[in-house]
Nanobody, 119 residues
Framework: QVQLVESGGGLVQAGGSLRLSCVAS????????MGWYRQGSGKERELVAV???????DYADSVKGRFAISRDNAKNTVYLQMTSLKPEDTAVYYCKARIWEETVFRDYWGQGTQVTISS
């Protein structure tokens, strides 16, 4: 069984920074993509950033230039460095990993970590 555990959320003022971490543990042979999603109150979950494991990353337009995703493959960990935070970044942030299991890729989600930005 694979588990994803996020950490690093909290309450910060607008303009501040936070660094989120997500560690994948369990029976893991290969992790393809790892990414971050967020869901604000009353909103749908949306992609924030993804790392495709081949040196490629992608970001939502709303966070480009402010957020940076990175991975430590040896630790099965993905990070999200968030800077110049805005109140509209307030959301629950979820980590997702696409993991190879025998014959297919399977997606796993973390439980989420709350990020609140005060104005």
């Amino acid at each position: 069984q694979v588990q994803l555990v996020e950490s690093g959320g909290g309450l910060v003022q607008a303009g501040g920074s936070l660094r989120l971490s997500c560690v994948a543990s369990g029976s893991i042979s290969y992790i393809n993509a790892m990414g971050w999603y967020r869901q604000g109150s009353g909103k749908e979950r949306e992609l924030v950033a993804v790392d495709f494991s081949v040196g490629e990353t992608d970001y939502a337009d709303s966070v480009k230039g402010r957020f940076a995703i990175s991975r430590d493959n040896a630790k099965n960990t993905v990070y999200l460095q968030m800077t110049s935070l805005k109140p509209e970044d307030t959301a629950v942030y979820y980590c997702k990993a696409r993991i190879w299991e025998e014959t297919v890729f399977r997606d796993y989600w973390g439980q989420g970590t709350q990020v609140t930005i005060s104005s």
